[in-house]
């Protein structure tokens, strides 16, 4: 059985920074890439960050480029997302997801899955 546990999310005001983190288990986090999403209301899903575990490259979304930096602690499998410089744009609910393809912001051949989010709010 997969879980994915983010945690972090708040409400900042516009120029602060938060960090999210997220605790898998039941699902080797060492797996292809890990990464992090956000939805705003009325607008789709985004992939912003993913990292990966062979290499530790990262990739960003342009929306997040410079502000935002992914990581992760394959020995305790976690992935965390460090939000500097937040913007009102940047509210949403924020999901981390394991097994993404590493070549995008899509789910790899095996599947992969998605915790239950964790609300960031930028005034």
């Known amino acids: 059985h997969v879980q994915l546990v983010e945690s972090g999310g708040d409400s900042v005001e516009a120029g602060g920074s938060l960090r999210l983190s997220c605790v898998a288990s039941g699902y080797d986090i060492n797996s292809n890439c890990v990464g992090w999403f956000r939805q705003a209301p009325g607008k789709q899903r985004e992939g912003i960050a993913r990292?990966?575990?062979?290499?530790?490259?990262?990739y960003y979304a342009d929306s997040v480029n410079g502000g935002f930096t992914i990581s992760q602690d394959n020995t305790k499998k976690m992935v965390f997302l460090q939000m500097n410089s937040l913007k009102s744009e940047d509210t949403a609910m924020y999901y981390c997801?394991?097994?993404?393809?590493?070549?995008?912001?899509?789910?790899?051949?095996?599947?992969?899955?998605w915790g239950q989010g964790t609300q960031v709010t930028v005034s």
């Open positions: 997801a394991v097994g993404l393809d590493c070549g995008g912001f899509y789910c790899s051949t095996y599947g992969c899955f």
């Open positions: 990292i990966s575990r062979v290499s530790r490259r990262t």
